[in-house]
C-alpha cells in the first residue's frame, strides 16, 4: 500500500534548511484532504518515522509535527529523539494545567516546541505555557499590525525564536528580517513537496493476540508469547526493528532474534506505539502481499528446523529471523540494501539477505531451493552440510503445515466473507 508525507522546507535568514514541517497527505495531489486530527498525525508519524524513514524525509533534520491535545497528554512525542523531533501545538489547543505540565517535561527532557498560527496573544492561558516554548510561527497573511507588534515584542521578552510562516514574496521576507523573525517557511521558498512509500499491511488478527497478550495484568506479560505473536506477521516485526531505531530505545546492539527485539524495546514502549497503530488503523491486506508473507513464514520456519538439524553454532532464532525478512524488499518494493540499512539486525542477517556467503546465507539458500524445487542444487550441496534430501522435504512440508494453520487463524473472517 502506497502511503504519502508531505514536507516543507524551513529555512534561517541564509536559506540554508533549519528543519522539515512534516503535513499529513492521502494521495499525489498536494492538497490536505479534512481528517480526524489525531489520524492525520498518528499516519504521518508512522509514515515518517517507520514506512519512509528520515533519511529519505529529511536526512535527519529536525521535523516539526503538528500534535493534538489529546496525542499530547497521551506523551506521544516522548517516542522520539528529542534532536529529530519539534514538538508543534496546534492553535485550537486549550493550555491546561495537565497540557501545560506535560510541555514543562518535554522541555526538561530536552525536546523543542513550537506553537503554530500565532496570531493572537491576549489568551490569558498562553503567558503559562511560554515558559517552556522555544518557537512561535506566526501566520503573517492572518495577523493584525497590532497583534504582530505585541508578538515581536513578547518573542523579546521570553527569549523566543520567530519563524514567520506563509511568506510569498520578497518584500514579506524583508520586513520579516528587519523585525527579527530568524525563520521563514512558505511558497516564496518552497512548496510542500510530497514523498512516497510503501508500507506493510499487518493482520488484524495478531494486532488484537498481541493488545491482549501486552494488557494482561493477572498472569504477566509473557514475552515468549509476544514473540509467537509476531513471528506470525511481518508487517508488524518489520515495524517492531524500524520503532527500534525511530524511538528512544535506538540501540547499536545487532538483533539477533524477534525475541531480543521485543525485550530491547520493551512492553510498555510497545503498547504506547500499538496504541499509535490502533489510531492509524489497518489497512486491508492484498492478496498479493498475503502470498509474499505466507512465502516469508515458510521459508522462516524451514530456516529455524534447518539449522536445528545442522546443529549450527548461533541460535535459531537468527535463521528464523533471517528467512521472515528474506522478501521484505518484495513487499517494501525498495532494494533490499535501501532497506535493511535502516534495520538494526545483526550484521551477519544483513550480509545474508543481501546475498553474501555465510551460514546464514547457506540455509537460506536451501530453504530457497527447496521452494523453487531446485533439486539439482540440492543434490549437489545438501551432502555438503550432512543432510538427506528426504529431510529437507519433511521439514518443508511441516513449515507448509504451519503457514498454512497461520494463515487460516489470520483470514478466517475474511475468507467467510469472500464466500
Avoid at 530456516?303 to 521484505?328: H, N, P, V, W
Wanted: hydrophobic fraction near 40%; charge should be negative.
Amino acid at each position: 500500500m502506497e502511503v504519502f508525507v508531505a514536507r516543507q522546507p524551513i529555512l534561517r535568514e541564509d536559506d540554508t534548511v533549519f528543519a522539515y514541517e512534516l503535513l499529513y497527505r492521502n494521495g499525489k495531489e498536494n492538497r490536505f484532504i479534512p481528517m480526524d486530527a489525531n489520524q492525520a498525525t498518528s499516519e504521518v508519524l508512522m509514515n515518517s518515522f517507520v514506512t519512509i524513514g528520515l533519511e529519505r524525509l529529511s536526512n535527519r533534520k529536525p521535523c516539526f509535527i503538528n500534535f493534538t491535545e489529546d496525542l499530547l497528554l497521551d506523551k506521544v512525542p516522548e517516542y522520539f529523539h528529542s534532536e529529530e523531533l519539534i514538538v508543534e501545538i496546534l492553535e485550537h489547543v486549550s493550555f491546561s494545567l495537565d497540557l501545560i505540565r506535560v510541555c514543562r517535561e518535554l522541555k526538561q527532557k530536552g525536546y523543542s516546541i513550537a506553537l503554530d498560527d500565532v496570531i493572537d496573544v491576549d489568551r490569558a492561558s498562553l503567558y503559562e505555557v511560554l515558559h517552556y516554548v522555544d518557537i512561535l510561527k506566526v501566520d503573517i497573511r492572518l495577523v493584525t499590525d497590532e497583534n504582530r507588534k505585541k508578538i515581536i515584542q513578547l518573542a523579546k521578552e521570553y527569549n523566543l525564536t520567530l519563524l514567520a510562516e506563509k511568506v510569498e514574496t520578497t518584500e514579506e521576507r524583508q520586513r520579516c528580517l528587519e523585525e527579527g523573525f530568524e525563520l521563514f517557511q512558505g511558497f516564496y521558498f518552497s512548496k510542500p513537496d510530497i514523498v512516497k512509500g510503501v508500507d506493510v499491511p499487518f493482520y488484524t488478527s495478531a494486532y488484537v493476540q498481541m493488545i491482549k497478550e501486552l494488557s494482561n495484568t493477572d498472569y504477566g506479560i509473557n514475552i515468549e508469547k509476544v514473540t509467537q505473536i509476531l513471528e506470525q506477521d511481518l508487517a508488524l516485526t518489520y515495524k517492531l526493528l524500524k520503532l527500534i531505531n525511530s524511538s528512544q530505545q535506538r540501540t547499536r546492539v545487532p538483533i539477533q532474534s524477534i525475541k531480543q527485539a521485543v525485550m530491547l524495546l520493551g512492553t510498555e514502549t510497545l503498547k504506547k506505539w500499538l496504541y499509535v497503530l490502533s489510531i492509524e488503523q489497518a489497512a486491508p491486506v492484498s492478496s498479493k502481499s498475503q502470498l509474499v508473507v505466507k512465502t516469508s513464514l515458510v521459508r522462516a520456519k524451514m530456516c529455524e528446523q534447518i539449522a536445528i538439524r545442522m546443529r549450527t553454532k548461533e541460535k535459531s532464532d537468527g535463521y528464523f529471523l533471517t528467512g521472515f525478512m528474506s522478501l521484505i524488499d518484495v513487499i517494501t518494493q525498495r532494494p533490499v540494501c535501501e532497506v535493511i540499512e535502516s534495520l538494526p539486525l545483526d550484521t551477519d542477517i544483513k550480509k545474508a539477505l543481501q546475498g553474501f556467503e555465510n551460514m546464514y546465507r547457506h540455509v537460506l539458500n536451501i530453504a530457497v531451493s527447496m521452494e523453487e524445487a531446485d533439486f539439482e542444487w540440492l543434490e549437489d550441496n545438501l551432502i555438503h552440510w550432512g543432510l538427506e534430501f528426504t529431510e529437507v522435504f519433511e521439514v518443508y512440508g511441516q513449515a507448509i503445515a504451519w503457514a498454512d494453520q497461520l494463515f487460516q487463524e489470520h483470514f478466517k473472517e475474511m475468507a467467510k466473507k469472500e464466500k
